[in-house]
């Protein structure tokens, strides 16, 4: 059989069998998005990583085309579908089975290889492939994402949404309840402190996807430039980019309740 089409990451998950489909099978990807912080003001609000460049969903569902399209020559008219983070779909349960990695204790699958800063994406898809061996669990005794956190959101193996700064400064929609104050270490989206001071992300990489590529203008937001941040400034910063998620007004709610004077 012909090579696949270079992946960062690429495994074949155990076969998954559903009553509504007894051939289905699940491809499980890694798409890494490894980079070191680029904030150029230490003090200015914090944006997680994952959020620097172009929208992951975007860039990664475009990445797949070509390796569906390989598939589509090598094997004929093969349904599938892909996903990234984009549906009802057990993306860390199956990475894990597919052997990409462990679920970690602060919840995200983790490479010994890799640390654990990439999206996972499948492609699910009718034909018979052969699964790999599932991965197993290396955390070991270390506690240190569980210490770290600052809300203490995580025990080993499940995350408390309700109390995790990614889920306040992405997912709420209300206000942030006022006994989080005081303790976001001046995250503003989204929170990377569980996989900062994991071990096994000292085995990251930086990623070569120049669409995960920041613009240069929001590394070089001072902290006064972010609390003054206008829908127009807004706009133009996040256009195209996961950051866009909270809109406008969720990062300023965000913003204010870092200010100390709220
Ligand atoms: C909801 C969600 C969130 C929520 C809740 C996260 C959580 N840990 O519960 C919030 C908004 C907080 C969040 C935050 C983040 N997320 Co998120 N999120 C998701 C999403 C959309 C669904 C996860 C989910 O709830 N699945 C349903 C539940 C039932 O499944 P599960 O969590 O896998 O749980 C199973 C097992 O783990 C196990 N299990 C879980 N808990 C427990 C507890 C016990 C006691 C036991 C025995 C078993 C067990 O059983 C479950 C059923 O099999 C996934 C995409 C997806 N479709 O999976 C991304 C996803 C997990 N997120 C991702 C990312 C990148 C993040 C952030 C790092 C973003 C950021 N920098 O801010 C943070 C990390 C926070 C953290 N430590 O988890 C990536 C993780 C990539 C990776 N390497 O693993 C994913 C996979 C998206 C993607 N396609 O890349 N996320």
């Not at 051939?23 to 003001?41: E, K």
């Not at 070509?66 to 993306?91: K, N």
């Not at 599932?134 to 240190?144: E, I, Q, S, W």
């Not at 949404?161 to 400064?169: A, V």
């Amino acid at each position: 059989m012909a090579k696949w089409p270079t992946w960062p990451t690429t495994s074949i998950c155990a076969s998954i069998r559903a009553s509504w489909c007894p051939a289905l099978r699940a491809t499980s990807l890694a798409y890494n998005y490894y980079t070191p912080p680029q904030q150029a003001h230490p003090d200015a609000p914090k944006l997680s990583t994952y959020a620097y460049g172009r929208d992951y969903h975007k860039v990664v569902k475009q990445r797949l085309k070509p390796l569906m399209q390989f598939i589509q020559e090598q094997f004929g008219a093969v349904e599938m579908r892909a996903f990234v983070d984009s549906g009802p779909v057990m993306e860390k349960a199956w990475a894990q089975r597919a052997g990409i990695g462990w679920v970690g204790k602060h919840t995200n699958v983790i490479r010994q290889q890799q640390g654990s800063f990439f999206f996972l994406c499948e492609i699910i898809l009718d034909l018979d492939l052969a699964p790999d061996a599932p991965a197993t669990d290396h955390c070991g005794t270390c506690r240190r994402c569980i210490d770290a956190c600052p809300t203490d959101a995580i025990t080993p193996y499940a995350v408390d949404g309700s109390k995790c700064i990614s889920y306040f400064t992405i997912e709420l929609k209300d206000a942030i309840p006022q006994e989080m104050k005081g303790r976001f270490a001046d995250w503003a989206f989204g929170c990377d402190v569980c996989q900062q001071v994991c071990p096994w992300n000292r085995f990251a990489t930086p990623h070569n996807e120049p669409q995960f590529n920041p613009k240069p203008e929001l590394m070089s937001m001072t902290k006064d430039e972010w609390h003054g941040m206008t829908e127009v400034v807004f706009d133009k910063l996040f256009e195209g980019s996961a950051g866009k998620r909270t809109k406008f007004e969720g990062l300023k709610r965000n913003l204010r309740f870092l200010a100390p004077e709220q």
